[in-house]
């Protein structure tokens, strides 16, 4: 079975069925979410049988696949998933379903999201589901450049389709907004990906290759001179830290988060934005090591700021969703702050964290849009002691929003902890000032929780009902996995760390030695 | 002189050899053509429609056909008709790709159920005349040998080896265009006002060709590009000639191709002309003038690169950053697909600017996938109709998306393809020349590429928010799916697709006849 093509049956069978989806008759509306619920949990099932194969000793890319695709370019249908990339996908196949059944009534005539009818057609909206999860597999499991830069730029259409049909009373702008600037950083990356070519068919002595290639592990083994590696990092970089998205260029996420249905932002920012924390990861720090470490104080500075910055902006907001998009934006700063840290702790947990932060954040934009469809409205304002009418949706909002400021005991307590050890252990100052998130982060989210579940009930929620089965269905595998995460993380970090080492030893980064005297030789190594 | 003496010279004067077999594709297309006028004089009129399609789409075949068997033979090519035309693989490739877009164009010009052409053009648009014309049911047929004159033209004119012979490709290419951009049936008076637009300026850029050519041969003492080149190449010869006749020259080929600053007329044009004309220009005059283009800098004047490569440079910048930022104020599609070909040009100028094989070859590919997507874009304009003909302006499109999805999923394909977001053509083509344009040395230029393809984004995503996003109008157009336009925006869409997700056949292609470079 190790020839088995599991990750290209992986993003074949999500568009199958989206096309089996779309092909459905438009009246159909009920056996279209079926369908696609059928899908997405075959897509799941067959991911977790294919993680379950995944040995944590054996190669770093597993389940690869190689095929010629473009051959004048040198391009290459080459999949393979090592620790990272794994957790991710499984991220995603895990999220999907969830999302299907969460969306269950979102796209209705009846139900369309905020008050706003909806615009299209049911089926379109799951067809488009699917259509996103199978780019998202594919983005993850490409070993090929070029085949990554196709999927990253692929993913784009159906998340515009989705907002912009299916979103808020703004949501052709914050569609047009979400595509122009994505498309924007991924020309510039594609700059760089066109750069790839020539420089890798150079002759070995002049450090390339000899033949022109996209393929990610010899691109490892690509020299390329300094001035031009830190064009194409920047090239690169750019393009993830707007997908990340990243202090200045995050402002397309809190008009996305206000405008997109729930159900999709989760996808949106639970796993979509993940691609740019994952692409710095993997191909800005090992494709281009030296100019990474050149970068590092600047990108250093942007994650501080973007994790201050990103927190003090939730609590100033007064729409839940655009309060939750700037939650991310603050831990997003976290994930790169672990990256560009280059240790193992840092690492590990940044990708640790980016799986969490998965959960998490995708159980509070669950719960968030549970209150919108509810109250038909996103103002903070306009709830109140909804704990008093809706026990379970108070219950379960604080324990996402828990989980989102780390309380220990619940996953992302795990990796920010580790992101900061191992931040702390080389660059302290920026350790030390992203700790004060966490404290805004327990502004946030305590004062959120305190103005639309505590106090009396007012008027407008009295008739809130609480949970319904379906929701309660969709939000409880995640609490678990948040929980069960929390205690044992160790299972997840043993697939993560030895793609991390690789990392780490690309960019020939060993880990500081702890110092009990720091006044000597000062922190950095 | 006596009779007898001018035979005994005339005896002397050695018959010209010309190779009818190479030549056979443009000759077959001119014969048709002919064959076409004596059938517009002679056939009855119930019978001429049916006549003309049928002989326009046999010759148009029939040359295909012969091409492709002159490039399945592998044997090494040579100029031919005494070196006034080349037959080579590149041109071999782009006279294939004219003659496909032209048998797609022909499927929008040869609809009938949404009449494209006025009845008689001699009538004065608003009389008498043209209401009765329009009232006896008279069906314009005179475009089809006119566009068998002007295919004819731009088969020769990738081909044409000499500047002389270039000259009059150019001119039989475009007198039938400039006639056939002022027979729209409705609107008229833009219509007209558009082929006399179309009309001094490209006589007056003809001119130019001209005076470039008058130039270049007092440089060279020769018209033939292998000649130019080879003066080249010996240093000799003055210089002031040689420069002042190559920018009067490139000026003539620019105007062609619609680069900035010579891009007045297309805007006009394009909207103006009867949509299935305008089709057959944005694709078929593309690949030609290019085809032109590249045979005259990579045969004639690549030992000079050094010299032409800064200007255009220049040009190519500015017609990508032009077009595309003057196609974001555009309301009108047609306009707005104008200002696009705009910025596609100057795309494929990169290409030409590599100066390499790698260079040929993806220019080519461009040019095929550009060409497919644009007829098909067009085609889809032709679709959406109200009470006054075709509905153009961006805004009748609001809730396309809604009232006929299939209709606007296509033209939304066809402009994220304009767009080159990955697995469409457009992608594809964008990758190939900028990649050469790398590999060459030109990556600020890619970069002014890439950030104009993000303006231009701006634009084709303002359609898809148009059609899918926004509420239909009470009165909005109606849909009108004719079978055979409906049968091209099908093809057009396959080969967007195909060229997008599986393009390495027609790369290799591609690849293939570039190998050879063009003969001298």
């Not at chain 1, 090239?235 to 999709?264: C, E, N, R, Y």
């Not at chain 1, 989760?266 to 100019?291: I, N, S, W």
């Not at chain 1, 910055?309 to 969703?321: E, M, P, T």
């Not at chain 2, 071999?92 to 009938?112: D, K, Y």
Request: charge should be neutral.
């Amino acid at each position: 079975m190790n020839d088995f093509p599991w990750l290209s049956l992986l993003i074949a069978l999500p568009l199958v069925g989206a096309l089996a989806v779309a092909l459905l008759p438009t009246a159909r509306e009920k056996l279209a979410k079926q369908v696609a619920l059928a899908f997405s949990l075959a897509v799941t099932v067959l991911a977790l049988v294919m993680a379950a194969r995944f040995d944590t000793g054996g190669d770093r890319f597993q389940f690869t696949e190689t095929h010629w695709w473009i051959k004048e370019f040198g391009v290459h249908w080459a999949l393979g998933a090592d620790g990272v990339a794994l957790t991710l996908i499984v991220l995603s196949v895990i999220l999907v379903p969830l999302v299907v059944l969460a969306s269950w009534t979102d796209a209705d005539r009846s139900g369309g999201v905020d008050g706003t009818p909806p615009k299209r057609s049911v089926k379109t909206y799951f067809a488009l589901l699917l259509a996103l999860e199978a780019m998202m597999i594919g983005v993850f499991a490409a070993t090929d450049v070029f085949l990554f830069y196709v999927f990253f730029e692929a993913m784009l259409v159906p998340v515009y389709f989705i907002i912009g049909s299916y979103g808020g009373p703004q949501r052709s702008y914050a569609a047009v907004k979400f595509l122009l600037y994505s498309l924007l950083g991924g020309l510039l990356m594609l700059v760089s990906v066109i750069w790839l070519y020539p420089l890798s068919a150079k002759p070995p002595a002049e450090g390339g290759l000899g033949h022109g290639t996209f393929l990610f592990e010899e691109l490892r083994g690509l020299h390329v001179d300094p001035t031009t590696a830190k064009w194409l990092f920047l090239g690169f970089f750019i393009a993830f830290a707007i997908k990340a998205p990243m202090v200045p260029v995050h402002t397309w996420l809190p008009d996305a988060a206000a405008q997109s249905p729930a159900g999709s932002l989760v996808l949106v920012v639970g796993v979509l934005d993940k691609v740019g924390t994952y692409g710095m990861l993997r191909f800005c720090l090992e494709l281009f090591p030296g100019a990474a470490k050149w970068a590092t104080p600047v990108v250093l500075a942007l994650a501080v700021v973007s994790i201050i910055y990103g927190a003090v902006l939730a609590i100033g907001q007064v729409d839940l969703k655009r309060l939750v998009a700037y939650t991310s934006v603050s831990h997003f700063g976290f994930i790169v702050l672990g990256i560009f840290a280059m240790t193992t702790a840092g690492q590990s947990g940044a990708a640790l964290y980016m799986v969490n932060h998965g959960f998490s954040t995708g159980a509070l934009f669950l719960v968030v849009g549970f209150m919108i469809v509810r109250r038909r409205s996103a103002r903070i304002s306009d709830f109140g002691g909804v704990q008093k009418v809706a026990p379970v949706l108070a219950g379960t909002f604080l324990i996402a929003g828990l989980s989102g400021l780390s309380l220990p005991g619940l996953s992302p307590f795990v990796s920010e902890f580790m992101v900061l050890t191992g931040t702390f252990g080389r660059y302290r100052v920026p350790a030390a000032i992203a700790a004060v998130g966490i404290v805004l982060a327990a502004i946030y989210i305590l004062w959120t929780y305190q103005r639309t579940m505590g106090g009396p009930a007012v008027e407008s929620v009295r008739a809130m009902p609480d949970l319904s089965a379906r929701e309660k269905l969709v939000v409880a595998p995640i609490i678990a996995i948040i929980v069960a995460m929390g205690f044992f993380p160790q299972p997840v970090l043993d697939v993560i760390n030895p793609s991390v080492k690789q990392t780490l030893a690309r960019v020939d980064r060993q880990d500081p030695a702890p110092k009990i005297n720091v006044a000597e030789n000062g922190a950095r190594p | 002189m006596t009779a007898s003496t001018l035979l005994a010279q005339g005896a002397d004067i050695p018959a010209p050899h010309i190779e009818y077999d190479q030549l056979g594709p443009t000759l077959l297309v001119f014969g048709a053509a002919l064959v076409g006028v004596l059938v517009e004089a002679f056939a009855g009129r119930a019978a001429r429609f049916g006549a003309q399609v049928t002989l326009t789409a046999l010759g148009l075949v029939g040359a295909l056909g012969w091409t492709i068997w002159l490039a399945a033979d592998s044997k090494p090519h040579h100029v031919a008709a005494e070196g006034a035309i080349g037959v080579d693989g590149p041109t071999l490739f782009l006279q294939g790709t004219i003659l496909i877009l032209a048998i797609l164009s022909l499927m929008l010009i040869a609809e009938r159920r949404n009449a494209h052409f006025t009845a008689q053009a001699s009538a004065l648009p608003g009389t008498e005349a043209e209401q009765e014309t329009t009232a006896a049911g008279i069906v314009q047929t005179e475009v089809f040998p006119l566009m068998l004159f002007a295919v004819g033209g731009m088969l020769m004119f990738p081909a044409s080896n000499d500047l002389l012979t270039m000259f009059v490709a150019l001119e039989v290419m475009s007198l039938p265009l400039y006639l056939l951009c002022g027979l729209a049936r409705r609107r008229r008076l833009l219509s007209q006002e558009a082929a006399v637009k179309y009309f001094l300026l490209g006589a007056f850029s003809s001119a130019f060709f001209l005076y470039g050519t008058a130039l270049l041969y007092g440089y060279a003492g020769s018209v033939r590009l292998g000649d130019i080149a080879a003066q080249l190449d010996k240093d000799a010869g003055s210089e002031t000639l040689l420069l002042a006749g190559v920018a009067l020259l490139s000026v003539g080929l620019l105007f062609k191709l619609g680069a900035v600053p010579f891009h007045m007329w297309k805007p006009d044009v394009y909207q103006g002309a009867p949509t299935p004309i305008t089709a057959l220009m944005a694709s078929c005059t593309l690949v030609a003038a290019f085809g032109a283009m590249l045979r005259v800098y990579y045969v004639g004047l690549e030992h000079l690169k050094w010299d032409w490569r800064p200007a255009m440079w220049g040009v190519a910048i500015l017609t990508m950053v032009a077009g595309a930022i003057i196609a974001i104020t555009q309301t009108d599609l047609k306009r707005m697909l104008a200002y696009s070909s705009i910025a596609h040009a100057g795309f494929l100028l990169t290409g030409v600017i590599a100066t390499s094989t790698d260079g040929l070859s993806s220019t080519l590919f461009y040019l095929v996938a550009y060409g497919f997507t644009t007829i098909g874009a067009f085609a889809v304009i032709t679709m959406v109709r109200d009470t006054g003909g075709e509905a153009a302006h961006l805004s009748r499109w609001a809730g396309l998306g809604k009232r006929s999805p299939v209709v606007a999923g296509a033209f939304a394909f066809f402009l994220l393809a304009f767009a080159g977001i990955p697995l469409t053509s457009g992608f594809t083509g964008k990758f190939a020349v900028f990649k050469a344009a790398v590999e060459a040395g030109a990556t600020p230029l890619v970069v002014v590429g890439v950030l104009s393809s993000a303006i231009a984004a701006f634009f084709y995503v303002r359609v898809i928010v148009v059609m899918f996003f926004s509420e239909p109008e009470a009165d909005g157009p109606t849909v009108v799916a004719a079978p055979v336009t409906a049968a091209a925006v099908a093809l057009g869409l396959a080969a967007t697709v195909v060229l997008g997700v599986l393009p390495q056949p027609v790369l290799d292609l591609a690849g293939h006849a570039a190998t050879q470079m063009f003969v001298r």
